[in-house]
């Protein structure tokens, strides 16, 4: 496995399991039955 340093800054957002998806660009979106998390670029 290799790992690369990225320039961008990114954030993690932890949401209510039922939210629903927003209308933002992401990079991952991870539901569970206890969180829904978004990996974004940090604006």
Known sequence: ???AL???T???WKLPASAP???VPFF???R??????????ET
């Not at 569970?32 to 670029?41: D, F, K, R």
């Open 28 to 30: 991952a979106a991870i």
């Open 10 to 12: 990114y954030a993690i």
């Open 32 to 41: 569970t039955g206890e969180e829904l998390s978004l990996v974004t670029e």
């Open 1 to 3: 496995m290799n790992l």
């Open 21 to 23: 998806l927003p209308q």
């Open 6 to 8: 990225l320039p961008e």
